[in-house]
């Protein structure tokens, strides 16, 4: 498919457990987002990659949670020690244009619902 | 910190009828988006306005930007039920396009048949 995509759909965790959750951009699109999204609340911020290049990771909410975006493409959202309250929607999205240019649109994938029990 | 309000919170419409939300923020708008989300789907990119008054339609739909009110008008006429959904407004965190975009809490709107 052309869209972004994002892998698994579903996480279900104990808690203490780490969570990879990944992200496929659009190909060629240089700039990738990620935000969480609580149920009723719009998307939160959580960093952002031009390239490979990690620019902002203000929104990340502690050091448990990390990016990487290691090639400029496929880019890992991981939370270690997973706790109850990360339980939430993780949505990805890409943007061909690079952030800080201008508006640029920013395509969303599906995102990922984690569960952390 | 901005913070973009938008209203109502939700919305139920007769199929047909036309219906509008509004998005207001706290600090001056740079540009808006407006998307939509659909269960179990991504948010779909509806529009972008980039400078105050600007307006852009697509199908049945059209949004507007009012910058000296600080605020984002979506308005949807003759509605169907294909329209259902959440919309949401974001923007620029940093009012310079960094890419940290903040979004209001969404209108959840359902037309009836």
């Known amino acids: 498919g052309a869209g972004v995509s994002q892998s698994p759909r579903y996480k279900v965790t104990k808690r203490g457990q780490d969570v990879a959750l990944r992200c496929d951009p659009i190909?060629?699109?240089?700039?990738l987002y990620w935000y969480r999204q609580a149920l009723g609340q719009g998307p939160e911020f959580l960093t952002y990659?031009?390239?490979?290049?990690?620019?902002?990771k203000s929104g990340l909410p502690n050091d448990r949670f990390s990016a990487e975006r290691p090639e400029g493409s496929i880019s890992t959202l991981t939370i270690q020690r997973t706790e109850q309250r990360d339980s939430a929607m993780y949505r990805c999205?890409?943007?061909?244009?690079?952030?800080?240019?201008?508006?640029?649109?920013?395509?969303f994938g599906p995102g990922t619902r984690l569960t952390v029990l | 910190s901005q913070e973009l309000e938008q209203s109502p919170q939700s919305l139920i419409v007769q199929e047909g009828k036309n219906l509008t939300i509004n998005c207001t923020s706290s600090?001056?708008?740079?540009?808006l988006y407006w998307y939509k989300q659909k269960y179990g789907e991504g948010l779909i990119f509806l529009m972008m306005?980039?400078?105050?008054?600007e307006e852009k339609s697509h199908e049945k739909i059209t949004a507007k930007l009012d910058e000296k009110k600080q605020q984002s008008s979506l308005h949807i006429t003759a509605s169907q039920p294909s329209h259902a959904g959440i919309y949401l407004c974001?923007?620029?965190?940093?009012?310079?396009?960094?890419?940290?975009?903040?979004f209001g809490k969404g209108t959840k709107l359902s037309v009836k048949p």
């Open positions: 999205a890409s943007s061909l244009g690079i952030s800080g240019s201008g508006m640029n649109e920013q395509f």
């Open positions: 190909s060629g699109h240089v700039s």
């Open positions: 990659f031009n390239y490979e290049a990690q620019q902002d």
């Open positions: 600090k001056t708008l740079y540009g």
């Open positions: 306005l980039q400078k105050g008054g």
């Open positions: 974001g923007a620029d965190g940093h009012g310079g396009s960094q890419g940290n975009l903040i």
